[in-house]
């Protein structure tokens, strides 16, 4: 079993910033790729950052320069600092975390945290 508990999101005027958080818990062997997706209202769900477990990034470019993904290995856990926010940036943020355990390697996803940005 693995669960994934995210934090961090809010509600934020235009410029201001705010911190993702993921922690993963469970039955966890090894954690491979961590990644940051978001949603907004009526839209598909579009990746917005990722990192290895190498610690190499991608960044989708419409936040390239204003959001940093980074991990922590020995707490599971994977941040999005999101930095010069923008009403675009209004989503449900979820993180996926592809996970090695006793039965394998999954894919598992947050439950989504809620950023809006005020103009």
């Known amino acids: 079993q693995v669960q994934l508990v995210e934090s961090g999101g809010g509600l934020v005027q235009a410029g201001g910033s705010l911190r993702l958080s993921c922690a993963a818990s469970?039955?966890?062997?090894?954690?491979?790729?961590m990644a940051w997706y978001r949603q907004a209202p009526g839209k598909q769900r579009n990746l917005v950052a990722t990192?290895?477990?190498?610690?190499?990034?991608n960044y989708a470019d419409s936040v390239k320069g204003r959001f940093t993904i980074s991990r922590d290995n020995a707490k599971n856990t994977v941040y999005l600092q999101m930095n010069s926010l923008k009403p675009a940036d209004t989503a449900v943020y979820y993180c996926?975390?592809?996970?090695?355990?006793?039965?394998?390697?999954?894919?598992?996803w947050g439950q989504g945290t809620q950023v809006a940005v005020s103009s």
């Open positions: 990192i290895l477990s190498g610690g190499s990034t």
């Open positions: 469970g039955s966890i062997f090894r954690i491979n790729a």
């Open positions: 996926n975390i592809n996970i090695h355990g006793p039965i394998g390697s999954y894919e598992y």
